[in-house]
């Protein structure tokens, strides 16, 4: 008999418990379409500013300095995570989730126009200035944009059934996936003219947003009426959550896996500023990165029903061990004599080979992103929901902070030592992936 994972447990008062009168049906469809919308804008906007393809190089315009280079990435996870445990103390109970994923995507969105606002104003020259305004901004939109997540998530799950939450969250990705693959053309097109293409992804990227924000609006929450918890309540539950054997196992998984990224702010670095890969491509490894994204995400959806998101997180953690191998012989191999006189063109040997490293790069991403919504939930009663989410993901942020040290490894060792360290902290954590609980099978 076929088995698959245990459903989510739902709440007493979620939609799916009773049929859904007339008016509740179109409330819930009405909620169903702004919500993938939301989705698909949200990915699209930050596939503009993408931070491994698009805001290393911005970065490498105004400085030279390494582990500034590599700042970006870490900020974009860490301070997307951290605010996470602050929002689920805030929101946990509260009777309308709205309000704060509203704002939060109103912030986010006014981080990426006052960036733009200064690209169109002053151009890209090596500025310290401009270099401050950039991380400054680009600080605000993570912290926004990962206060948001918790209430969003819990708006969503409020304003859709339960039996409908898989589809919907893998519509989402879908449809930002699609959008992704259209963001990667358009970043190829930007960055194939001028410098000036940065501020045009910009301006698109914070048009998307802001039209991301409002869709929020229009998604019609179900208010429950449960009871906020003063902090100093939730803060003494926190050793309990946290002791279960678990959430530690999980988060030290994780905790490997987002310190195994140091290298990913360098991977296109290397191969535009060593291995002399044209500028241009950029946009074309986005737009196969997004591709990859669209093709694996029924795969992974798959993947998690049948065997459930330990075999999804160990799958992904092998894809991933693909990006440091590729870089670490690619250029030896191309350039081996006795290899080079039968490919004939090492230069198309190392493009292809980058485009494999991007391909894998989408792959896993469409794997954690999905993980993102389906593992944390595995492991936390429905009440515990927004505070798992929002103190687990707080402590991975700290965790996701430590890869900028790559910049360190890359200026005293080189890219070798930092492509090197990923692969041992990405076979790590394949190794501790085996930690993970097990899924509940249940007879289908």
Same mark, same amino acid.
């Given at each position: 008999?076929?088995k698959t994972?245990?459903?989510?447990?739902?709440?007493?008062?979620?939609?799916?418990?009773?049929?859904?009168?007339?008016?509740?049906?179109?409330?819930?469809?009405?909620?169903?379409?702004?919500?993938?919308?939301?989705?698909?804008?949200?990915?699209?906007?930050?596939?503009?500013i993408?931070?491994? @393809?698009?805001?290393?190089?911005?970065? +490498?315009?105004?400085?030279?300095?390494?582990? @500034?280079?590599?700042?970006? #990435?870490? @900020?974009?996870?860490?301070?997307?995570?951290?605010?996470?445990?602050?929002?689920?103390? =805030?929101?946990?109970?509260?009777?309308?989730?709205?309000?704060?994923?509203?704002? %939060?995507?109103?912030?986010?969105?006014?981080?990426?126009?006052?960036?733009?606002? +200064?690209?169109?104003?002053?151009?890209?020259?090596?500025?310290g200035?401009? &270099? =401050?305004?950039?991380?400054?901004?680009?600080?605000?939109?993570?912290?926004?944009?990962?206060?948001?997540?918790?209430?969003?998530?819990?708006?969503?799950?409020? /304003?859709?059934?339960?039996?409908?939450?898989?589809?919907?969250?893998?519509?989402?990705n879908?449809?930002?996936?699609? @959008?992704?693959?259209?963001?990667?053309?358009?970043?190829?097109?930007?960055?194939?003219?001028?410098?000036? %293409?940065?501020?045009?992804?910009? /301006?698109?990227?914070?048009?998307?947003?802001?039209l991301?924000?409002?869709?929020?609006?229009?998604?019609?929450?179900? #208010?429950?009426?449960q009871?906020?918890?003063?902090?100093?309540?939730?803060?003494? %539950?926190?050793?309990?959550? *946290?002791?279960?054997?678990?959430?530690?196992?999980?988060?030290?998984?994780?905790?490997?896996?987002?310190?195994?990224?140091?290298a990913?702010?360098?991977?296109?670095?290397?191969?535009? %500023?060593?291995?002399?890969? #044209?500028?241009?491509?950029?946009?074309?490894?986005?737009?196969?990165?997004?591709?990859?994204?669209?093709?694996?995400?029924?795969?992974?959806?798959?993947?998690?029903?049948?065997?459930?998101?330990?075999?999804?997180?160990?799958?992904?953690? &092998?894809?991933?061990?693909?990006? #440091?191998?590729?870089?670490?012989?690619?250029?030896?191999?191309?350039?081996?004599?006795?290899?080079?006189?039968?490919?004939?063109?090492p $230069?198309?040997?190392?493009?292809?080979?980058?485009?494999?490293?991007?391909?894998?790069?989408?792959?896993?991403?469409?794997a954690? !992103?999905?993980?993102?919504?389906?593992?944390?939930? $595995?492991?936390?009663r429905?009440?515990?929901?927004?505070?798992?989410?929002?103190?687990t993901?707080?402590?991975?942020?700290?965790?996701?902070?430590?890869? !900028?040290?790559?910049?360190?490894?890359?200026?005293?060792?080189?890219?070798?030592?930092?492509?090197? &360290?990923?692969?041992?902290?990405?076979?790590?954590? *394949?190794?501790?992936?085996?930690?993970?609980?097990?899924?509940?099978?249940? /007879?289908?």
């Amino acid at each position: 008999m076929a088995k698959t994972t245990a459903p989510q447990p739902a709440l007493p008062n979620e939609l799916a418990i009773r049929p859904l009168t007339p008016r509740e049906q179109r409330r819930v469809r009405q909620s169903f379409l702004f919500g993938v919308a939301n989705g698909g804008l949200l990915l699209f906007g930050d596939a503009l500013i993408h931070p491994v @393809l698009v805001l290393t190089l911005f970065v +490498a315009r105004l400085t030279n300095n390494a582990v @500034l280079i590599g700042l970006v #990435p870490a @900020l974009s996870v860490g301070l997307w995570f951290l605010p996470q445990a602050l929002a689920a103390a =805030l929101v946990e109970g509260r009777h309308r989730q709205l309000p704060w994923a509203a704002w %939060g995507g109103v912030a986010r969105a006014l981080a990426i126009g006052i960036l733009a606002a +200064a690209v169109l104003a002053g151009g890209i020259e090596p500025s310290g200035r401009l &270099l =401050l305004v950039f991380f400054l901004c680009y600080a605000a939109y993570n912290l926004a944009a990962g206060f948001a997540f918790v209430p969003l998530v819990e708006l969503s799950a409020r /304003a859709i059934p339960a039996d409908r939450r898989g589809f919907f969250f893998s519509q989402r990705n879908l449809w930002g996936s699609l @959008l992704a693959l259209l963001a990667g053309l358009i970043v190829q097109r930007a960055l194939a003219a001028d410098v000036s %293409g940065f501020a045009v992804l910009f /301006a698109s990227s914070f048009a998307a947003l802001a039209l991301a924000a409002y869709t929020t609006l229009w998604i019609a929450e179900r #208010p429950t009426p449960q009871r906020a918890r003063p902090l100093r309540e939730w803060l003494e %539950g926190l050793p309990k959550l *946290l002791a279960r054997r678990s959430v530690r196992r999980f988060l030290l998984f994780r905790s490997l896996l987002a310190l195994s990224t140091i290298a990913d702010p360098f991977f296109i670095v290397y191969a535009q %500023g060593i291995l002399g890969v #044209p500028a241009a491509t950029v946009g074309l490894y986005l737009a196969l990165s997004a591709i990859a994204r669209v093709a694996t995400n029924p795969l992974w959806g798959w993947v998690v029903q049948r065997w459930g998101n330990r075999q999804l997180l160990q799958l992904a953690t &092998l894809v991933r061990l693909l990006m #440091p191998l590729i870089a670490l012989g690619v250029h030896p191999l191309a350039t081996w004599e006795r290899i080079a006189s039968r490919v004939g063109d090492p $230069e198309r040997v190392i493009f292809l080979a980058f485009a494999v490293v991007f391909v894998a790069y989408g792959v896993t991403l469409s794997a954690q !992103m999905l993980a993102n919504f389906t593992a944390v939930l $595995e492991l936390a009663r429905p009440d515990e929901r927004p505070t798992l989410v929002g103190v687990t993901n707080s402590i991975l942020g700290i965790v996701a902070l430590v890869p !900028m040290l790559g910049g360190v490894v890359v200026d005293r060792f080189g890219f070798a030592a930092v492509f090197l &360290l990923s692969l041992v902290l990405t076979l790590l954590a *394949l190794a501790t992936s085996g930690l993970l609980p097990r899924p509940r099978p249940v /007879a289908r």
